[in-house]
């Protein structure tokens, strides 16, 4: 039984490396631009479609592809806000619906691209870390938890040390007041878009390997990305980390001793008993910052 539980703590922490990546992306473009990306799901597919056409077809270092994967994904970022968002900055429910377009385009592009069967891609690496019998950790699955530990540490220190992230707060805090000190909102948007969907992609990219890519895989990934942003607090990126923690751990132990369908009740539950004890989440407060 213990060892059960501890091979069950380490899947969730390799899901909670992942959904935390997405949900800090989506988190982090919300609160710097104020709008809903629906097609956030869409940019993991684009990274993990990313490694079957670089590394699985044309055979390139799986890092290579993952680093191009995040170059490209955050290019998709910069399109997205230069021709949906920008235009629509001041009805952030045309920017919402225009993300659901977006969505759709990515997933027909997909499905003209690679058809809508399942890719299969190579392993990166065979290699497992063995802690007894039952107990064991891929190392792709661990390259996916380091990738997310460094990651997160960078945009860290990227917002609290640096004078492009105290921008991005500003702007996030008081839009208005970051212009009048001479902020430009427009270019801080470009880096929170750029950031928010490289960071979908590479968790796209990183797990691609370990999860069936096809057109239609970010719908899950975007609901479990709302229901983290809600419970942690819209606007709150410790909040999306550390209820990616608690939702991970929630959803994989009723998984592994239950059912996956209840898991996802579960996650829904837990959502809907936040909402009613604390409106804005664990960790998020009445305004958006």
Known sequence: MLELLAQ????????A?????VAVGLVLIFGVMGVV?????????????AIVALYAKMHVPFFVAVAIGLVFVGCLGLLMERAL?????DNPLGGLVASIGFLMILQALAVMGFGVR????????QEVIQFSDKVRLPVARLYVIVASV?????LWYFLKRTK?????R????????????????????KIAMFIGAGLAGIAGALTAPLVSVNPHMGHSVIVTAFIVIIVGGVGSLEGAIIASVAYAFVHTFVTTFYDGVLADITGLCLMLIVLIVKPTGLFGSADRA
């Not at 990306?37 to 479609?49: K, S, T």
């Not at 968002?85 to 900055?89: C, E, G, S, V």
């Open 170 to 189: 500003a702007s996030a805090q008081d839009p208005e007041a970051a212009a009048l000190q001479g902020i430009s909102i427009t270019q801080t948007a």
């Open 37 to 49: 990306n629906f097609a956030h799901g869409e940019l993991f597919m684009a990274g993990a479609y």
């Open 85 to 89: 968002f920008r235009p629509l900055k």
């Open 150 to 154: 460094a990651l997160l540490s960078v």
């Open 8 to 15: 069950t703590g380490l899947n969730a922490v390799y899901a």
């Open 17 to 21: 490396s992942y959904i935390s990546l």
């Open 164 to 168: 492009f992230g105290w921008a991005l």
């Open 118 to 125: 399942m890719e299969h891609i190579p392993p990166v690496t």
